[in-house]
């Protein structure tokens, strides 16, 4: 018998991977509250999204097996109260609150790695003087207690830099903080934890490293294990990705100090039964490793790459730890022996999309440019600056995976690709709109 998946926010993309995994044919899938209201929403009524979500699944006139997602808040803050609706077993909601609450997480990381952990301060955006509980010298990074995609995160060089960046925390992080906090402000978490709630920011220290990856894990009857790494790689512009590299080039020696560090750090979590992704830098002059943060969820974005690498997306490992299955991941079965997410973006200002690639555009030249699949994230008519889940300092509007031999043929189907996707943007002045 076939087992019943719920996924939230099933979109179409990712939906097609699904078939690469093991023991496809005995899995079927169900959305669980559509893309819109999780991914890039203007808002999220948490309320309204547990009670939708949690009428679905008692509408269901079958059994339900899994509840999964892949991607982030709030879809990774709700599964234990979905789960739990559906009379399946969970993590709990604050295991997940230890990954994902930004100053939380940092204080269970300082008690296991300490040596790895930067200096951090929690501060109010809404007070009178905020840059007055920052005890840390310029520069440093400032972020909400609770967002994703590097959103409201901003360097600051400066005290006009801070002053700069308060203004648009404030308008902006109520956007993330009131659905936060219906589920944070119900949970049992230390004293000077609950005053440190989603309405707050934290200022850390700046991590100078070359070399950032991320391992990708997941916790099995309470077990941690690491089943791949992933390179990072910055645009010059320190905020912004420009790709992904799988799998990573580190030395093996730096390799295995993240893991066991990683280890470590999720046992103390108490996350269990679920995937998570862990975020580090390593500085090749110095030795320092630096963990920057974790993620109690799959990387989305690393899906194609393990499908060219290894024959099957890692969503394979979410659906089994989901079932209650121990994982048994494949590795080495794709065609290609590396691969690599180019995340295309724009830097050049604000702009109006009055054109993207038509799909039969697309599918030729993933005929004529083997081992390539595009995400077009904008379509025409957009604004770029209205595409709401983007980092402070670019916009990302297309995503493309290739798998290669080398990297300078990975490199070589990225202008090959970039050449035959006829994007054309209109600029914008601020004043337009």
């Known amino acids: 018998m076939k087992k019943n998946i719920f ?165 902006g992080i109520g956007r993330f903080s009131d659905p936060f906090n219906y589920l944070f402000n119900r949970c049992e978490v230390p004293a000077e934890i609950a005053a440190i709630d989603g309405n707050y920011c934290l200022a850390e220290e700046i991590i100078s490293a070359e070399n950032q990856c991320t391992l990708e894990g997941y916790v099995f009857a309470g077990e941690p294990r690491i089943y791949g790494v992933v390179d990072s790689l910055r645009e010059e512009n320190p905020s912004s990705f420009s790709r992904y590299h799988y799998p990573s080039r580190l030395p093996a020696a730096v390799q295995q100090q993240m893991r066991e560090a990683a280890i470590r750090v999720m046992r103390r979590t108490g996350l269990n039964n679920e995937p998570f992704n862990i975020e580090f830098f390593h500085d090749p002059q110095t030795g320092r490793i630096s963990l920057l943060e974790i993620n109690p969820r799959i990387s989305k974005s690393h899906c194609p790459l393990f499908f060219l690498v290894e024959g099957a997306s890692h969503q394979e490992v979410m659906l089994e730890v989901g079932l209650g299955t121990a994982p048994e991941y494949p590795h080495g079965n794709g065609r290609y022996p590396m691969a690599t997410k180019f995340m295309v973006r724009r830097y050049a200002g604000d702009a109006l999309v009055r054109r993207v690639p038509r799909r039969a555009e697309i599918e030729a030249m993933q005929r004529e440019i083997e081992g390539v699949l595009v995400v077009v994230w904008v379509k025409e008519g957009d604004r770029l600056s209205r595409f709401t889940d983007t980092d402070s300092y670019s916009f990302e509007y297309a995503n493309i995976f290739i798998g290669g031999q080398s990297e300078a043929e990975l490199v070589d189907k990225y202008r090959r690709c970039m050449q035959q996707l006829p994007f054309e943007f209109e600029p914008l002045t601020t004043q337009e709109g």
């Not at 109260?81 to 930004?102: D, N």
């Not at 790895?116 to 009178?128: G, H, I, Q």
């Open 7 to 171: 996924i939230i926010a099933l979109d179409e993309f990712t939906n097609t991977l699904f078939g690469t995994v093991n023991q496809a044919d005995s899995y079927r899938y169900y959305p669980l509250l559509p893309p819109e209201k999780i991914i890039a929403a203007a808002n999220y009524s948490m309320p309204d999204l547990l009670a939708e979500a949690c009428r679905t699944l008692e509408e269901f006139n079958a059994r339900v097996d899994a509840i999964v997602s892949y991607w982030d808040f709030p879809a990774t803050l709700m599964l234990p109260t979905l789960r739990q609706a559906a009379g399946l077993a969970t993590t709990s909601t604050e295991s997940v609150l230890r990954c994902e609450h930004k100053y939380w997480s940092r204080a269970i990381q300082r008690e296991v790695v300490p040596e790895m952990v930067p200096a951090t301060v929690a501060f109010n955006p809404f007070d009178e003087d905020p840059l007055a509980r920052v005890d840390l010298d310029f520069p440093f990074w400032i972020k909400p207690v609770k967002a994703h995609s590097s959103i409201l995160g901003f360097r600051i060089d400066s005290q006009a830099d801070f002053q700069t960046a308060l203004p648009k925390i404030r308008a």
